[in-house]
Protein backbone atom coordinates (compact mmCIF):
# COMPACT_ATOMS: atom_id res chain seq x y z
CA UNK A 1 0.00 0.00 0.00
CA UNK A 2 2.61 2.39 0.86
CA UNK A 3 4.41 1.37 -2.00
CA UNK A 4 1.64 2.39 -4.40
CA UNK A 5 1.09 5.63 -2.60
CA UNK A 6 4.71 6.64 -3.47
CA UNK A 7 4.67 5.30 -6.79
CA UNK A 8 1.17 8.05 -7.76
CA UNK A 9 3.38 10.70 -5.62
CA UNK A 10 5.90 10.65 -8.33
CA UNK A 11 3.64 9.70 -11.27
CA UNK A 12 4.83 12.36 -14.09
CA UNK A 13 3.61 13.43 -17.45
CA UNK A 14 6.06 13.38 -19.95
CA UNK A 15 6.66 16.22 -22.01
CA UNK A 16 5.17 14.43 -24.94
CA UNK A 17 2.31 13.95 -23.11
CA UNK A 18 1.71 17.67 -22.33
CA UNK A 19 2.57 18.85 -25.92
CA UNK A 20 0.24 16.72 -27.30
CA UNK A 21 -3.14 17.68 -25.21
CA UNK A 22 -1.83 21.43 -25.84
CA UNK A 23 -2.43 20.92 -29.74
CA UNK A 24 -6.10 19.12 -28.47
CA UNK A 25 -6.90 21.81 -26.23
CA UNK A 26 -9.44 24.75 -26.53
CA UNK A 27 -7.61 27.83 -25.39
CA UNK A 28 -7.33 29.94 -28.32
CA UNK A 29 -3.75 31.02 -30.03
CA UNK A 30 -3.91 35.03 -30.14
CA UNK A 31 -0.59 35.97 -28.84
CA UNK A 32 2.98 37.44 -30.34
CA UNK A 33 6.43 38.26 -28.75
CA UNK A 34 5.00 41.77 -28.54
CA UNK A 35 2.08 40.88 -26.63
CA UNK A 36 3.76 38.26 -24.32
CA UNK A 37 6.49 40.87 -23.21
CA UNK A 38 3.73 43.70 -22.24
CA UNK A 39 2.01 41.22 -19.74
CA UNK A 40 5.59 40.60 -18.21
CA UNK A 41 6.04 44.70 -18.21
CA UNK A 42 2.42 44.70 -16.70
CA UNK A 43 2.95 42.68 -14.21
CA UNK A 44 6.62 43.53 -13.35
CA UNK A 45 6.07 47.53 -13.77
CA UNK A 46 3.41 48.43 -11.00
CA UNK A 47 3.01 47.90 -7.17
CA UNK A 48 7.10 47.06 -6.88
CA UNK A 49 8.11 50.40 -8.30
CA UNK A 50 4.56 52.63 -7.18
CA UNK A 51 4.30 50.84 -3.54
CA UNK A 52 6.89 48.15 -2.57
CA UNK A 53 10.06 50.38 -3.47
CA UNK A 54 8.98 52.62 -0.62
CA UNK A 55 9.15 49.90 2.10
CA UNK A 56 11.99 48.21 0.67
CA UNK A 57 13.82 51.80 1.06
CA UNK A 58 12.70 53.05 4.89
CA UNK A 59 11.38 49.45 6.29
CA UNK A 60 8.30 48.13 7.22
CA UNK A 61 6.68 46.66 10.67
CA UNK A 62 9.20 43.60 11.12
CA UNK A 63 11.29 44.63 8.40
CA UNK A 64 14.82 46.75 8.13
CA UNK A 65 15.28 49.18 5.00
CA UNK A 66 18.33 49.06 2.64
CA UNK A 67 17.93 52.89 2.04
CA UNK A 68 19.77 54.58 -1.29
CA UNK A 69 21.33 51.21 -1.38
CA UNK A 70 18.14 49.70 -2.68
CA UNK A 71 20.10 49.29 -5.62
CA UNK A 72 22.54 46.89 -4.71
CA UNK A 73 19.14 45.03 -3.50
CA UNK A 74 17.70 45.03 -7.03
CA UNK A 75 20.59 44.11 -8.48
CA UNK A 76 20.87 41.10 -6.03
CA UNK A 77 17.27 39.74 -6.70
CA UNK A 78 18.08 40.65 -10.49
CA UNK A 79 20.82 38.43 -10.17
CA UNK A 80 18.69 35.64 -8.29
CA UNK A 81 15.98 35.97 -11.03
CA UNK A 82 18.35 35.64 -13.96
CA UNK A 83 18.87 32.22 -13.28
CA UNK A 84 15.50 31.07 -12.96
CA UNK A 85 14.79 33.50 -15.82
CA UNK A 86 17.42 31.47 -17.71
CA UNK A 87 15.84 28.03 -16.49
CA UNK A 88 11.50 29.41 -17.68
CA UNK A 89 13.37 30.29 -20.67
CA UNK A 90 14.25 26.72 -21.74
CA UNK A 91 11.48 24.94 -20.09
CA UNK A 92 9.08 27.16 -21.59
CA UNK A 93 10.57 27.01 -25.30
CA UNK A 94 10.30 22.87 -24.81
CA UNK A 95 6.44 22.45 -23.08
CA UNK A 96 4.76 25.33 -24.06
CA UNK A 97 1.76 24.43 -21.81
CA UNK A 98 -0.70 26.46 -19.82
CA UNK A 99 0.04 26.44 -16.10
CA UNK A 100 4.00 27.87 -16.18
CA UNK A 101 6.15 26.12 -13.03
CA UNK A 102 3.42 24.05 -12.18
CA UNK A 103 3.17 22.21 -15.29
CA UNK A 104 6.55 22.00 -15.55
CA UNK A 105 7.01 20.32 -12.30
CA UNK A 106 4.25 18.30 -13.63
CA UNK A 107 6.65 16.81 -15.75
CA UNK A 108 9.75 16.65 -14.14
CA UNK A 109 9.14 15.97 -9.78
CA UNK A 110 5.50 14.01 -10.29
CA UNK A 111 1.76 14.95 -9.49
CA UNK A 112 2.81 15.89 -5.82
CA UNK A 113 5.15 17.91 -5.91
CA UNK A 114 3.07 19.79 -8.97
CA UNK A 115 0.14 20.38 -6.65
CA UNK A 116 2.44 21.82 -3.97
CA UNK A 117 3.94 23.96 -6.65
CA UNK A 118 0.61 24.87 -8.22
CA UNK A 119 -1.20 25.94 -4.82
CA UNK A 120 1.90 27.98 -4.05
CA UNK A 121 1.73 29.71 -6.81
CA UNK A 122 -2.16 30.73 -5.92
CA UNK A 123 0.12 33.22 -3.37
CA UNK A 124 1.89 35.05 -6.18
CA UNK A 125 -1.02 35.64 -7.96
CA UNK A 126 -4.71 35.64 -6.25
CA UNK A 127 -3.21 36.32 -2.90
CA UNK A 128 -0.62 38.84 -4.48
CA UNK A 129 -3.65 40.48 -6.23
CA UNK A 130 -4.82 41.97 -2.30
CA UNK A 131 -1.25 43.83 -2.57
CA UNK A 132 -1.76 45.22 -5.84
CA UNK A 133 -5.81 45.98 -4.92
CA UNK A 134 -4.63 47.81 -1.86
CA UNK A 135 -2.26 50.18 -3.41
CA UNK A 136 -4.85 50.89 -6.57
CA UNK A 137 -7.48 52.16 -4.17
CA UNK A 138 -4.32 53.74 -2.16
CA UNK A 139 -3.49 55.82 -5.57
CA UNK A 140 -7.57 55.83 -6.05
CA UNK A 141 -8.56 57.58 -3.10
CA UNK A 142 -5.23 60.44 -3.37
CA UNK A 143 -6.65 60.78 -6.80
CA UNK A 144 -10.11 61.60 -5.83
CA UNK A 145 -8.91 64.05 -3.30
CA UNK A 146 -7.37 66.09 -6.30
CA UNK A 147 -11.14 66.83 -7.39
CA UNK A 148 -12.07 68.31 -3.96
CA UNK A 149 -13.68 71.15 -5.57
CA UNK A 150 -15.65 69.22 -8.26
CA UNK A 151 -16.76 65.92 -6.69
CA UNK A 152 -18.80 65.97 -3.81
CA UNK A 153 -17.44 65.11 0.12
CA UNK A 154 -19.01 61.56 -0.11
CA UNK A 155 -16.92 60.16 -2.75
CA UNK A 156 -14.19 62.79 -1.95
CA UNK A 157 -13.71 61.45 1.96
CA UNK A 158 -15.98 58.07 1.42
CA UNK A 159 -15.83 56.05 5.09
CA UNK A 160 -12.31 54.18 5.81
CA UNK A 161 -14.83 50.70 5.96
CA UNK A 162 -15.58 51.29 2.41
CA UNK A 163 -12.07 51.29 1.30
CA UNK A 164 -9.67 48.99 3.60
CA UNK A 165 -9.98 45.44 5.65
CA UNK A 166 -10.51 45.39 8.90
CA UNK A 167 -7.30 44.13 10.40
CA UNK A 168 -5.34 47.69 8.81
CA UNK A 169 -8.05 49.83 9.98
CA UNK A 170 -7.78 48.02 13.55
CA UNK A 171 -4.14 48.57 13.15
CA UNK A 172 -4.66 52.22 12.24
CA UNK A 173 -6.93 53.04 15.39
CA UNK A 174 -3.95 51.51 17.65
CA UNK A 175 -1.17 53.35 16.53
CA UNK A 176 -3.42 57.04 16.72
CA UNK A 177 -5.55 55.91 20.09
CA UNK A 178 -8.78 56.08 17.94
CA UNK A 179 -11.87 54.31 18.70
CA UNK A 180 -12.16 50.99 16.11
CA UNK A 181 -15.99 51.75 16.59
CA UNK A 182 -15.92 55.60 15.03
CA UNK A 183 -14.32 54.20 12.04
CA UNK A 184 -16.46 51.03 10.98
CA UNK A 185 -19.77 49.33 11.83
CA UNK A 186 -20.26 45.98 13.96
CA UNK A 187 -22.82 43.49 13.65
CA UNK A 188 -23.72 42.52 17.57
CA UNK A 189 -21.55 44.96 18.63
CA UNK A 190 -18.52 42.40 18.15
CA UNK A 191 -18.23 41.36 14.00
CA UNK A 192 -16.52 44.03 12.54
CA UNK A 193 -17.87 44.83 8.78
CA UNK A 194 -15.18 46.42 6.46
CA UNK A 195 -15.67 45.72 2.76
CA UNK A 196 -12.79 47.96 0.03
CA UNK A 197 -15.36 48.74 -2.37
CA UNK A 198 -12.86 49.99 -4.91
CA UNK A 199 -11.30 46.29 -5.20
CA UNK A 200 -14.27 44.19 -5.75
CA UNK A 201 -15.57 46.94 -8.32
CA UNK A 202 -12.08 46.36 -10.22
CA UNK A 203 -11.77 42.55 -9.71
CA UNK A 204 -15.84 42.73 -11.21
CA UNK A 205 -14.69 44.55 -14.36
CA UNK A 206 -11.15 42.22 -14.95
CA UNK A 207 -13.02 39.21 -14.55
CA UNK A 208 -15.63 40.36 -17.22
CA UNK A 209 -12.53 41.34 -19.64
CA UNK A 210 -11.05 38.13 -18.71
CA UNK A 211 -13.86 36.69 -19.80
CA UNK A 212 -14.41 38.16 -23.32
CA UNK A 213 -11.04 37.11 -24.67
CA UNK A 214 -7.33 36.90 -23.64
CA UNK A 215 -6.59 39.15 -26.90
CA UNK A 216 -8.89 41.90 -25.92
CA UNK A 217 -7.20 41.91 -21.73
CA UNK A 218 -3.72 42.44 -23.79
CA UNK A 219 -4.93 45.05 -25.82
CA UNK A 220 -6.29 47.25 -22.63
CA UNK A 221 -3.16 46.00 -20.56
CA UNK A 222 -1.03 47.63 -23.44
CA UNK A 223 -2.48 51.04 -23.47
CA UNK A 224 -2.23 51.34 -19.55
CA UNK A 225 1.61 50.01 -19.88
CA UNK A 226 2.48 52.62 -22.25
CA UNK A 227 0.42 54.96 -19.81
CA UNK A 228 2.44 53.58 -17.22
CA UNK A 229 6.08 54.15 -18.95
CA UNK A 230 4.90 57.71 -19.91
CA UNK A 231 4.75 58.28 -15.92
CA UNK A 232 7.96 56.30 -15.09
CA UNK A 233 10.15 57.91 -17.81
CA UNK A 234 8.86 61.40 -17.12
CA UNK A 235 10.13 61.11 -13.11
CA UNK A 236 13.12 60.14 -13.87
CA UNK A 237 13.90 62.93 -16.37
CA UNK A 238 12.20 65.73 -14.20
CA UNK A 239 13.44 64.13 -10.32
CA UNK A 240 16.80 64.33 -11.93
CA UNK A 241 17.37 67.84 -11.66
CA UNK A 242 15.97 67.86 -8.28
CA UNK A 243 18.98 65.13 -6.81
CA UNK A 244 20.76 65.95 -4.07
CA UNK A 245 23.71 63.80 -3.47
CA UNK A 246 23.65 64.30 0.23
CA UNK A 247 20.55 62.33 0.77
CA UNK A 248 22.47 59.33 -0.47
CA UNK A 249 24.10 59.26 2.65
CA UNK A 250 24.14 57.31 5.01
CA UNK A 251 24.36 54.75 1.52
CA UNK A 252 23.71 51.78 3.63
CA UNK A 253 21.73 52.51 6.73
CA UNK A 254 21.39 48.96 7.99
CA UNK A 255 24.12 47.49 5.94
CA UNK A 256 24.17 44.05 4.49
CA UNK A 257 21.08 42.93 6.77
CA UNK A 258 19.30 45.91 5.20
CA UNK A 259 20.05 44.98 1.60
CA UNK A 260 19.16 41.44 1.89
CA UNK A 261 15.75 42.20 2.88
CA UNK A 262 15.22 45.30 0.78
CA UNK A 263 15.71 42.21 -1.77
CA UNK A 264 13.70 40.17 -0.27
CA UNK A 265 10.99 42.73 0.10
CA UNK A 266 11.95 44.55 -4.13
CA UNK A 267 11.77 40.50 -5.08
CA UNK A 268 7.56 40.67 -5.43
CA UNK A 269 8.32 42.79 -8.38
CA UNK A 270 9.80 39.96 -10.60
CA UNK A 271 6.89 37.63 -10.71
CA UNK A 272 5.93 39.56 -14.16
CA UNK A 273 8.16 37.14 -16.47
CA UNK A 274 6.51 33.84 -14.54
CA UNK A 275 3.33 35.38 -16.04
CA UNK A 276 4.49 35.40 -19.57
CA UNK A 277 4.79 31.48 -19.32
CA UNK A 278 1.02 31.23 -18.01
CA UNK A 279 -0.22 32.10 -21.68
CA UNK A 280 2.26 30.21 -23.42
CA UNK A 281 -0.70 27.82 -24.87
CA UNK A 282 -2.26 31.26 -26.12
CA UNK A 283 1.45 32.28 -28.15
CA UNK A 284 1.08 31.58 -31.47
CA UNK A 285 4.84 30.87 -32.04
CA UNK A 286 5.59 29.56 -27.72
CA UNK A 287 9.66 28.23 -28.56
CA UNK A 288 10.85 31.75 -30.25
CA UNK A 289 8.44 34.29 -28.51
CA UNK A 290 8.29 32.81 -24.51
CA UNK A 291 11.96 33.30 -24.14
CA UNK A 292 12.53 36.82 -26.01
CA UNK A 293 9.63 37.83 -23.55
CA UNK A 294 10.82 36.42 -20.44
CA UNK A 295 14.18 37.52 -20.70
CA UNK A 296 13.55 40.92 -22.11
CA UNK A 297 10.99 41.87 -19.51
CA UNK A 298 13.57 40.97 -16.81
CA UNK A 299 16.15 43.47 -18.01
CA UNK A 300 14.14 46.10 -18.78
CA UNK A 301 12.65 46.22 -15.57
CA UNK A 302 15.74 46.02 -14.08
CA UNK A 303 17.24 48.89 -15.46
CA UNK A 304 13.93 50.88 -14.65
CA UNK A 305 14.19 50.18 -11.61
CA UNK A 306 17.57 50.93 -10.28
CA UNK A 307 17.24 54.69 -12.19
CA UNK A 308 13.68 55.46 -10.40
CA UNK A 309 15.72 54.01 -6.64
CA UNK A 310 18.52 56.55 -7.38
CA UNK A 311 16.13 59.68 -8.56
CA UNK A 312 13.91 58.72 -5.36
CA UNK A 313 16.36 58.32 -2.69
CA UNK A 314 18.06 61.39 -4.23
CA UNK A 315 15.36 63.77 -3.78
CA UNK A 316 13.80 62.28 -0.68
CA UNK A 317 15.84 61.54 2.42
CA UNK A 318 15.34 57.94 3.70
CA UNK A 319 13.13 59.48 6.81
CA UNK A 320 10.65 61.49 4.20
CA UNK A 321 9.88 58.36 2.06
CA UNK A 322 6.35 58.10 1.55
CA UNK A 323 5.71 53.96 1.76
CA UNK A 324 2.30 54.28 0.16
CA UNK A 325 2.53 56.43 -2.65
CA UNK A 326 6.88 57.17 -2.62
CA UNK A 327 7.18 58.35 -6.30
CA UNK A 328 3.58 61.24 -5.94
CA UNK A 329 5.04 62.37 -2.66
CA UNK A 330 8.60 62.81 -4.07
CA UNK A 331 6.90 64.74 -6.30
CA UNK A 332 5.15 67.08 -4.12
CA UNK A 333 8.00 67.24 -2.18
CA UNK A 334 10.06 69.42 -4.88
CA UNK A 335 6.98 71.55 -5.42
CA UNK A 336 5.46 69.54 -8.72
CA UNK A 337 1.99 68.67 -7.51
CA UNK A 338 0.61 68.68 -10.98
CA UNK A 339 2.63 66.18 -11.96
CA UNK A 340 2.29 64.36 -8.54
CA UNK A 341 -1.12 64.17 -9.76
CA UNK A 342 -0.43 62.95 -13.37
CA UNK A 343 1.79 59.81 -11.43
CA UNK A 344 -1.57 59.30 -9.44
CA UNK A 345 -3.60 59.14 -12.92
CA UNK A 346 -1.24 56.85 -14.30
CA UNK A 347 -1.14 54.71 -11.32
CA UNK A 348 -4.51 54.39 -11.11
CA UNK A 349 -4.27 52.85 -14.55
CA UNK A 350 -1.09 50.94 -13.84
CA UNK A 351 -2.04 49.19 -10.95
CA UNK A 352 -5.23 48.27 -12.83
CA UNK A 353 -2.83 46.28 -15.80
CA UNK A 354 -0.82 44.98 -13.06
CA UNK A 355 -4.02 43.31 -11.76
CA UNK A 356 -5.67 42.27 -14.64
CA UNK A 357 -2.47 40.55 -15.56
CA UNK A 358 -2.42 38.47 -12.40
CA UNK A 359 -5.57 38.03 -12.40
CA UNK A 360 -5.04 36.39 -16.11
CA UNK A 361 -2.40 33.95 -14.96
CA UNK A 362 -3.92 32.57 -11.80
CA UNK A 363 -6.88 31.42 -13.97
CA UNK A 364 -4.37 30.02 -16.56
CA UNK A 365 -2.61 27.91 -13.93
CA UNK A 366 -5.59 26.69 -12.04
CA UNK A 367 -7.21 26.02 -15.59
CA UNK A 368 -3.86 23.62 -15.77
CA UNK A 369 -4.57 21.87 -12.48
CA UNK A 370 -8.48 21.43 -12.86
CA UNK A 371 -7.70 19.79 -16.33
CA UNK A 372 -5.04 17.25 -14.53
CA UNK A 373 -8.22 16.86 -12.14
CA UNK A 374 -6.60 18.27 -9.24
CA UNK A 375 -9.94 20.40 -8.91
CA UNK A 376 -12.99 19.71 -9.90
CA UNK A 377 -14.24 19.28 -13.80
CA UNK A 378 -16.60 22.08 -13.59
CA UNK A 379 -13.42 24.34 -13.42
CA UNK A 380 -12.19 23.61 -16.53
CA UNK A 381 -15.34 24.24 -18.63
CA UNK A 382 -14.70 27.11 -21.70
CA UNK A 383 -17.28 29.75 -22.43
CA UNK A 384 -18.46 28.62 -26.32
CA UNK A 385 -18.44 32.20 -27.42
CA UNK A 386 -15.21 33.33 -25.72
CA UNK A 387 -13.03 30.61 -25.79
CA UNK A 388 -12.02 31.56 -22.02
CA UNK A 389 -11.98 29.27 -19.14
CA UNK A 390 -15.38 31.53 -17.61
CA UNK A 391 -16.08 29.47 -14.44
CA UNK A 392 -12.68 29.62 -13.41
CA UNK A 393 -12.33 33.41 -13.92
CA UNK A 394 -15.01 33.95 -11.57
CA UNK A 395 -14.07 31.63 -9.00
CA UNK A 396 -11.06 33.79 -8.73
CA UNK A 397 -12.21 36.83 -8.88
CA UNK A 398 -14.62 35.72 -5.79
CA UNK A 399 -11.32 34.55 -3.59
CA UNK A 400 -9.37 38.20 -4.30
CA UNK A 401 -12.91 39.77 -3.30
CA UNK A 402 -12.76 37.53 0.10
CA UNK A 403 -9.59 37.61 1.05
CA UNK A 404 -9.50 41.28 0.71
CA UNK A 405 -12.16 41.82 3.49
CA UNK A 406 -8.90 40.39 5.68
CA UNK A 407 -5.76 40.46 4.22
CA UNK A 408 -3.51 44.28 4.29
CA UNK A 409 -1.26 45.25 2.17
CA UNK A 410 2.47 43.69 3.75
CA UNK A 411 1.40 40.53 4.36
CA UNK A 412 -0.14 39.75 1.26
CA UNK A 413 3.10 40.90 -0.74
CA UNK A 414 5.67 39.13 1.84
CA UNK A 415 3.03 35.82 1.31
CA UNK A 416 3.66 36.29 -2.87
CA UNK A 417 7.25 36.45 -2.32
CA UNK A 418 7.26 33.07 -0.66
CA UNK A 419 5.54 31.94 -3.89
CA UNK A 420 7.58 33.33 -6.32
CA UNK A 421 10.53 31.88 -4.40
CA UNK A 422 8.92 28.50 -4.16
CA UNK A 423 8.20 28.71 -8.00
CA UNK A 424 11.71 29.79 -8.96
CA UNK A 425 13.37 26.93 -6.88
CA UNK A 426 10.90 24.18 -8.82
CA UNK A 427 11.92 25.69 -11.85
CA UNK A 428 15.67 25.64 -11.94
CA UNK A 429 15.28 22.09 -10.26
CA UNK A 430 13.07 21.02 -13.32
CA UNK A 431 15.83 21.94 -15.73
CA UNK A 432 18.00 19.46 -14.02
CA UNK A 433 15.79 16.93 -13.69
CA UNK A 434 14.65 17.05 -17.37
CA UNK A 435 18.52 17.25 -18.85
CA UNK A 436 18.90 14.01 -17.16
CA UNK A 437 15.73 12.48 -18.03
CA UNK A 438 14.92 13.52 -21.69
CA UNK A 439 18.16 14.89 -23.09
CA UNK A 440 17.03 14.62 -26.63
CA UNK A 441 14.24 16.35 -26.35
CA UNK A 442 14.45 19.72 -29.09
CA UNK A 443 15.59 22.66 -26.47
CA UNK A 444 15.18 25.96 -29.09
CA UNK A 445 16.88 28.15 -25.98
CA UNK A 446 19.30 26.44 -23.61
CA UNK A 447 20.44 27.27 -20.20
CA UNK A 448 24.06 27.89 -20.66
CA UNK A 449 26.60 25.90 -17.43
CA UNK A 450 24.06 23.44 -16.48
CA UNK A 451 23.69 22.37 -13.65
CA UNK A 452 25.86 24.90 -12.38
CA UNK A 453 23.34 28.25 -13.42
CA UNK A 454 20.01 25.85 -11.89
CA UNK A 455 21.83 25.38 -8.73
CA UNK A 456 23.13 29.28 -8.04
CA UNK A 457 19.46 30.13 -9.02
CA UNK A 458 18.13 27.42 -6.06
CA UNK A 459 20.82 28.95 -3.94
CA UNK A 460 20.05 32.90 -4.03
CA UNK A 461 16.53 32.21 -3.73
CA UNK A 462 16.29 29.52 -0.89
CA UNK A 463 19.09 31.79 0.89
CA UNK A 464 17.00 34.97 0.58
CA UNK A 465 13.70 33.30 1.80
CA UNK A 466 15.49 31.37 4.94
CA UNK A 467 16.87 35.19 5.47
CA UNK A 468 13.83 36.52 6.03
CA UNK A 469 11.94 34.03 8.23
CA UNK A 470 14.02 35.37 11.50
CA UNK A 471 12.00 38.60 11.00
CA UNK A 472 8.67 38.14 9.24
CA UNK A 473 7.39 36.10 11.54
CA UNK A 474 3.71 36.53 10.47
CA UNK A 475 3.63 35.81 7.09
CA UNK A 476 6.08 32.73 7.33
CA UNK A 477 3.40 31.29 9.90
CA UNK A 478 0.72 31.88 7.10
CA UNK A 479 2.82 30.43 4.61
CA UNK A 480 3.35 27.32 6.46
CA UNK A 481 -0.39 27.26 7.28
CA UNK A 482 -1.42 27.46 3.65
CA UNK A 483 1.14 24.71 2.50
CA UNK A 484 -0.64 22.67 5.00
CA UNK A 485 -4.15 23.13 3.68
CA UNK A 486 -2.70 22.64 0.50
CA UNK A 487 -1.71 19.31 1.46
CA UNK A 488 -5.03 18.43 3.17
CA UNK A 489 -6.80 19.50 0.27
CA UNK A 490 -4.62 16.78 -1.87
CA UNK A 491 -5.05 14.13 0.36
CA UNK A 492 -8.76 14.77 0.89
CA UNK A 493 -9.48 15.04 -2.55
CA UNK A 494 -7.09 15.44 -5.63
CA UNK A 495 -4.73 12.10 -4.88
CA UNK A 496 -8.29 9.81 -5.23
CA UNK A 497 -8.79 11.27 -8.71
CA UNK A 498 -6.84 9.44 -11.33
CA UNK A 499 -5.04 10.99 -13.85
CA UNK A 500 -4.17 8.40 -16.23
Not at 153 to 162: A, D, E, K, Q
Not at 184 to 196: E, K, L, R
Not at 240 to 256: D, M, R
Not at 291 to 316: E, N
Amino acid sequence: MLKKIASNLINRKTAEELLQRAKTGSLKKSLNAFDLFIIGIGAVVGTGILTIIGTAIQGGPESLGAGPAIIFSMILAAIACVFSALCYSEVASIIPVSGSVYTYTYATLGEFASWIVGWVLMLNYVIGNITVGSSWCGYLTQLLKGFSSHLPSFIINFPIWLRSDFRSIYAMCDKYGLDVHDKMPFIFGTIPIAINLPVVILTLISTIILIKGIKESTRFATIMVCLNLLMIISFIVMGSFYVKPENWTPFAPNGLEGILMGAFIIFFAYIGFDAVSTAAEETKNPQKDLPVAILGTLSFCTILYILVALVLTGICPISLINTQAPIAAALHMINKDYMAGFISIAAVCALASVFLICHLASTRILYAMSRDKFLPRVLRAIHKKYRTPHIMTWCVGLVIIFCSLFMDLNISAELCNYGTFTAFIAICISVIVLRKTEPNLNRPFRVPFVPLFPILGILCCLGLMVFSFKQLTSSVAMFFTWITIGIAIYAGFSYKNLRR
